[in-house]
């Protein structure tokens, strides 16, 4: 069973950082992608970045630049560093680990960026 727990999110003003870390503490069989997704009022969910198990890195175009993923295999934890924030970036931010291409979620975390 995958257990996703996220944590990290806050309030921020334009400009500043926020560290997102999302920690498995279940089974990691089968876990290759695991990834970061946003939810803001009024949207549908979509991705932020997601990483591999060996590394490599898919971002959303509003994201380039600002937001790095991460990601340490022996901790099961995965880290979103967001830089320069813009209000656009408030929402609940989950993060989501696919185990044999079946998506697992955490129970979100918000992130709320004022201007």
């Known amino acids: 069973q995958v257990q996703l727990v996220e944590s990290g999110g806050g309030l921020v003003q334009a400009g500043g950082s926020l560290r997102l870390s999302c920690a498995n503490s279940?089974?990691?069989?089968?876990?290759?992608?695991m990834g970061w997704y946003r939810r803001a009022p009024g949207k549908q969910r979509e991705l932020v970045a997601s990483?591999?198990?060996?590394?490599?890195?898919t971002y959303a175009d509003s994201v380039t630049g600002r937001f790095t993923i991460s990601r340490d295999n022996a901790k099961n934890t995965v880290y979103l560093q967001m830089n320069n924030l813009n209000p656009e970036d408030t929402a609940v931010y989950y993060c989501?680990?696919?185990?044999?291409?079946?998506?697992?979620w955490g129970q979100g975390t918000q992130v709320t960026v004022s201007s």
């Open positions: 279940g089974s990691t069989l089968g876990i290759n992608v």
């Open positions: 989501n680990a696919k185990k044999f291409d079946i998506d697992h």
């Open positions: 990483i591999s198990r060996g590394g490599s890195t």
